[in-house]
């Protein structure tokens, strides 16, 4: 199976932007969906963004609008652009992958990832 190395965060101003990079390692990483959480402080978990192995995307609602996830599978990488961002959004982002025949729809829930990168701290000051 895959490894999740993820990458990109940094601190920003509210109202900049950064990109964060999900890199793969192993074979069949078209096979998987990819999705971005994060972990606000003090907070549980939070689903940001899924693309399927099919390239359907579904996003939360609070970054509905300023995050764009994309996939490159010749890169074994899947991107997180993050605009417009606002303090709510520091957090430590987390990539998460599972292995998935073509037909499951976007997961959002933690469960239904088995594959874990180590997170990169985001943190957006006012």
């Known amino acids: 199976q895959v490894q999740l190395t993820d990458s990109g965060g940094g601190l920003v101003q509210a109202g900049g932007s950064l990109r964060l990079s999900c890199a793969a390692s192993?074979?069949?990483?078209?096979?998987?969906?990819v999705a971005w959480f994060r972990q606000p402080p003090g907070k549980e978990r939070e689903f940001v963004a899924v693309i399927t192995r099919s390239g359907e995307i579904v996003y939360a609602e609070s970054v509905k609008d300023r995050f764009a996830i994309s996939r490159d599978n010749d890169k074994k990488s899947v991107y997180l652009q993050m605009n417009s961002l606002k303090p709510e959004d520091t957090a430590v982002y987390s990539c998460?992958?599972?292995?998935?025949?073509?037909?499951?729809?976007?997961?959002?829930?933690?469960?239904?990832?088995?594959?874990w990168g180590q997170g990169t701290q985001v943190t957006v000051s006012s």
């Open positions: 192993g074979p069949s990483f078209s096979r998987y969906a």
């Open positions: 998460a992958a599972k292995s998935t025949i073509l037909t499951v729809p976007p997961q959002r829930g933690v469960e239904a990832y088995n594959i």
